[in-house]
């Protein structure tokens, strides 16, 4: 057990497995619900039946994510982290096992029940880990890590797909969950939980509601939001202008990349005193809510313009946004924090593009497009408000 700070070759010892574990989350959520749209071995026959099976990972997660958070906060971040990659490495083998219709609904619950338990616990842990003057960087790396899950995500899973079906996708998910589940239990040291006062459901929602949650979590919630929108409405736009699946495939592959290299940079700046929470999280609000209005222009331009400018707001936002959430939050009560601020994000990563495929409905695209980016405008109105959290610089 942790009873006093960990050296710093121990710190990153114990951090690879939980990149590890953001990797496998994200592998885990976008590699198959990228490929299920043209497989029809398992009655995925219409859209209906792709919705719900894309829907049933995420709905898994926006309900069991802050119980999970507050169940580590009462044991300790190492088992839940360890039964959560435990139970991701069994649903996925029930696929492997018994595929069929059924059994790929099954599986695909028990995946996103799983990755609602170790996702918040290795945040949780990110933050108990590291000292305060390195969480910036630690939740920097942590988010590249997790990016390249969801950028690698549909082009393993599609490979995989092709060559073996999704069975050979599902044990492939099996094996990553399984090794990073061992990989955990020897190298991340247990973290024990911290005595608690007894805390009401007003006391709960009174931390919520207190801006030095709100602000960060609907920052968070705003770019989970821009990012899924970019994913699936840009190559839209660029098919509508006439761009052929190489230009629209590299739009989002920029999109994730720039996101991807933009968070340890941030995160070591922020440690280093060279950027505070509040200034980036208006800024990343900013250059967000100005990539969404370059999706309005016409032809490639704008699709590679709003794709880079949406990559490098949401990398600035994302550690910006967990490190401000663990400097606010008292250490016995980080796995709850984590865990509701993923509900926030999950929250966005829906409502986001069922909000610009409402307006697009009612009007264009364009519009949708325009609407977002007013409200994550007004969301930088909200960052003003959180408290200044940030650490003092690495010596």
């Known amino acids: 057990m942790i009873r006093q700070p960990l050296s710093p070759a121990a710190t990153k010892r114990a951090m690879w497995p939980l990149y590890a574990a953001g990797f496998t989350t994200a592998f885990g959520a976008h590699g198959i619900a990228a490929n299920l749209g043209g497989f029809s071995e398992d009655a995925v026959t219409s859209l209906l039946v792709l919705g719900g099976l894309l829907a049933l990972y995420d709905g898994a997660e926006v309900v069991l994510k802050p119980i999970f958070g507050s169940l580590a906060d009462r044991i ?22 018994a595929a069929g219709p059924e059994w790929l609904w099954a599986a695909r619950f028990g995946q996103g029940a799983a990755a609602s338990a170790f996702s918040p616990a290795a945040s949780a842990m990110v933050a108990r880990i590291n000292p305060a003057a390195g969480r910036g960087r630690a939740f920097g790396s942590y988010g590249f890590f997790k990016s390249i899950g969801y950028t690698l995500g549909p082009l393993l899973g599609g490979v995989l797909v092709w060559g073996g079906g999704m069975r050979l996708l599902f044990a492939a998910m099996a094996l990553c969950a399984a090794v990073v589940a061992v990989w955990a239990a020897v190298a991340v040291p247990a973290v024990p939980p911290l005595p608690r006062e007894r805390q009401t459901l007003a006391d709960l929602a009174r931390r919520v509601a207190d801006r030095s949650f709100l602000g960060p979590t609907a920052s968070l919630a705003a770019a989970t939001a821009a ?3 970019g994913v699936g409405f840009l190559p839209v736009t660029g098919a509508a202008a006439g761009l052929g699946t190489i230009a629209t495939g590299t739009a989002v592959s920029v999109l994730a990349a720039t996101a991807a290299v933009v968070q340890p940079r941030v995160g070591r700046a922020l440690d280093e005193g060279r950027l505070t929470t509040r200034t980036g999280l208006i800024t990343g609000l900013l250059i967000t809510a100005v990539g969404l209005a370059a999706a309005m222009l016409h032809g490639l331009a704008g699709v590679l313009v709003a794709a880079a400018l949406i990559g490098a707001g949401t990398g600035l936002i994302t550690p910006l946004g967990f490190a401000a959430l663990a400097a606010a939050t008292p250490e016995e009560r980080m796995g709850q924090t984590m865990g509701s601020a993923e509900l926030g994000r999950e929250l966005g990563d829906a409502g986001g593009p069922l909000l610009v495929a409402g307006v697009a409905t009612l009007a264009t695209l364009p519009h949708g497009y325009a609407t977002l980016a007013a409200l994550l405008a007004t969301s930088a109105l909200l960052a003003l408000l959180t408290p200044h959290h940030n650490p003092p610089p690495q010596t």
Not at 83 to 94: M, V
């Open 227 to 229: 990012l899924s929108v």
């Open 76 to 97: 300790g971040g190492k088992p839940v982290l360890l039964g959560g990659l435990i139970t991701f490495a069994a649903a996925s083998a029930l696929y492997v096992i």
